[in-house]
């Protein structure tokens, strides 16, 4: 039912150390309301809303083959679940998001007999997201890390493209911001006045230099990058971010033949 996934990918092998993953409870998001009120004013203005993170609860039987091995497989998941380590969550049953994860508190075994008892540990997210285990530039094809979980009709998804016009598909709950969030569009060929243009958001990126054949443009995060130096100063410092759902794109200022990706994971609420 639960699987512990570390930071780089591998996945912990529970069994080595007599646990089995039984439930896991996800717990809704918890909202913050700013509220401003005028005196002699009815009800306030709403200012905003924002998430905290999330909290989990995940059930655990840890099972040894004797009274010495039950003590030895629970120290070994009190190193695993230590509170100061983050890692992944991920429910079988739901396995292609992951919550990154601390153990949230102090938790105690509750005792069946000498070899075998019950755990339930209450985890953290400093997100109220999960995450797709994939990004968009992984193998799609499959759905080991990646699934497209929203009605997006009969319309190819891609992410690198060759051509002036295209649509990108951000399967999230929420729009992706690379303020907040991971996110590399990549540009690679000839362009002079390179403009990325998100028609859907009215965002516009530019860039006022040129590149050749073999360089790349590189947009991730908040920086603007040509072969992997700075090129800040010489765009318009904007932002491109990607809304929920379709977004349609226009490039502007390329020559030859080029490409360009969107690499980002989706998020999930």
Known sequence: MIIVEQSDGVQYDLEKIGLRGLELIVGSP??????????????????????????????????????????????????????????????KKDPNKRWRVKTNGAYTPERANT????????????????????TTLGPIETDETYQITADYSDQPIK???????????????????????????????????????????????SYTGSSGSNDTITLDGIRSLKNNLTIFSDTNRKLITLDEGWNDFELSGTSGSFSISFDFRFLYI
């Open 159 to 205: 992410y690198t493209f060759t051509e002036t016009s295209f649509s990108v598909w951000n399967d999230s709950d929420i729009a992706i911001d690379p303020r907040e969030h991971y996110l590399v569009i990549e540009y690679e060929g000839e362009s002079t006045d390179l403009t990325i243009t998100n028609t859907t958001t009215g965002e516009e990126w």
């Open 115 to 134: 070899t075998t008892a019950i755990i339930e540990i209450e985890f953290i997210s400093d997100s109220p997201y999960a995450e797709s285990r994939g």
């Open 30 to 91: 918890s909202p913050t309301h700013e509220q401003e009120t005028i005196q002699g004013r009815d009800g306030f203005i709403d200012m905003g809303t924002t998430y905290g993170g999330r909290t989990l609860t995940g059930r655990f039987h840890i099972k040894g083959k004797d009274a010495e091995g039950y003590h030895r497989y629970k120290h070994a998941v009190y190193r695993l679940f230590n509170g100061k380590t983050y890692f992944y969550l991920i429910n």
